[in-house]
């Protein structure tokens, strides 16, 4: 089994940045794509980036377009940790943000395939207000 844990969360001006942090236990060796998913009060969720963890380079990095220019994926493989650096936050940036994978043989957790991933952290919150 593998199990995600976000932090890194919390309130921040417009602006401002901050840093969340995904760590992976387990059977991290299992995990191909990685990814950030965020979700705001009365909306439906909404994939922010992932990664391909296994590329060769180790540079496969895909972003929605609203977060494009502004947050930035990185990884510790030696720690199974990824990382998304937020910069310039916005106030329609506050959500729920949760880290997913996948974890089994089939399946690619894309945040346009959001339902390949079958691993979830529990989600760490940002608010971003003035």
């Known amino acids: 089994q593998v199990q995600l844990v976000e932090s890194g969360g919390g309130s921040v001006q417009p602006g401002g940045s901050l840093r969340l942090s995904c760590a992976a236990s387990?059977?991290?060796?299992?995990?191909?794509?990685m990814a950030w998913f965020r979700q705001a009060p009365g909306k439906e969720r909404e994939g922010v980036a992932d990664?391909?963890?296994?590329?060769?380079?180790?540079?496969?990095?895909y972003y929605a377009d609203s977060v494009k220019g502004r947050f930035t994926l990185s990884q510790d493989n030696a720690k199974n940790t990824l990382y998304l650096q937020m910069n310039s936050l916005k106030p329609e940036d506050t959500a729920m943000y949760y880290c997913?994978?996948?974890?089994?043989?089939?399946?690619?957790?894309?945040?346009?395939?959001?339902?390949?991933?079958?691993?979830w952290g529990r989600g760490t919150q940002v608010t971003v207000s003035s």
């Open positions: 997913a994978a996948d974890s089994r043989v089939g399946r690619y957790c894309r945040i346009l395939a959001p339902d390949s991933c079958d691993v």
């Open positions: 990664v391909y963890r296994l590329a060769p380079g180790g540079d496969d990095r």
């Open positions: 387990g059977y991290t060796d299992r995990i191909k794509y």
